[in-house]
């Protein structure tokens, strides 16, 4: 539940981080404390009348949608017209900040960033486009299965530090991106798409040779 993905991380920050006896003892203390300010911020995204509201769960996944369309019309039109709604993958991004979809160190460096917002979580939404935008290949040739696989199940291998990257050449309007062939999956073979590396294979490249 929300609250187990949320305040795993904060425990585990304050058990490992954290070695002397007095500061141990009072971890879980300290992790409820930290938990409640976290939830403070984002209870929003949890209070049903709020949903169609500017600060409501549905308008942030509208939010990302629309950045999306912004940065990258043709994935956008892609993954609307195989009627892929941001409720299928988005709602447990938001909600969840990402704790569900990446490994915790990863996890911890991400809401450094988050929580370094001055705008409060609005670097979470260039960074949920960017996941999108990294694997644009995949979903632009893929149909509605594979898109929800990589979608529900993101891969795990990805590079958070070129997502970021790419979040912040989204926040900062210098994405750059080209136009991806359309192909058609060939038959009785859907998983051949999955293998496809995707945007961050060809944008990094160069920078893992050096």
């Known amino acids: 539940?929300?609250?187990?993905?949320?305040?795993?991380g904060i425990n585990a920050e304050y058990g490992v981080t954290d070695s002397s006896e007095d500061e141990v003892q009072h971890a879980e203390a300290d992790a409820f404390f930290c938990f409640t300010g976290l939830m403070s911020e984002i209870k929003d995204n949890f209070i049903k009348i709020l949903d169609n509201s500017q600060c409501g769960i549905t308008h942030n996944m509208d939010s990302l949608?629309?950045?999306l369309r912004d940065n990258?019309?043709?994935l956008y039109h892609a993954l609307t017209g195989r009627n892929i709604k941001p409720q299928f993958f988005s709602f447990r991004w938001l909600t969840l900040l990402l704790s569900q979809e990446f490994l915790y160190p990863?996890?911890?460096r991400l809401w450094d960033s988050f929580f370094a917002d001055s705008e409060r979580f609005r670097f979470l939404l260039y960074f949920c486009c960017a996941m999108l935008v990294a694997q644009r290949?995949?979903?632009?040739?893929?149909?509605f299965i594979d898109?929800?696989?990589v979608l529900q199940r993101y891969p795990i291998e990805t590079d958070i530090y070129q997502l970021l990257q790419l979040a912040c050449q989204i926040k900062d309007g210098k994405l750059i991106l080209h136009t991806v062939p359309t192909?058609?999956?060939?038959?009785?073979?859907?998983?051949?798409?999955?293998?496809?590396?995707g945007l961050l294979?060809?944008?990094f490249s160069r920078a893992r040779n050096r």
Do not use: C, F, H, W
């Open 1 to 8: 539940n929300v609250k187990n993905s949320l305040s795993s």
């Open 65 to 67: 949608m629309n950045m």
């Open 72 to 74: 990258d019309p043709q």
């Open 106 to 108: 990863e996890i911890q």
């Open 137 to 143: 290949t995949r979903l632009i040739n893929g149909d």
């Open 147 to 149: 898109n929800m696989k």
């Open 183 to 197: 192909e058609s999956p060939p038959a009785n073979n859907a998983g051949s798409t999955a293998r496809s590396p």
């Open 201 to 203: 294979g060809g944008l």
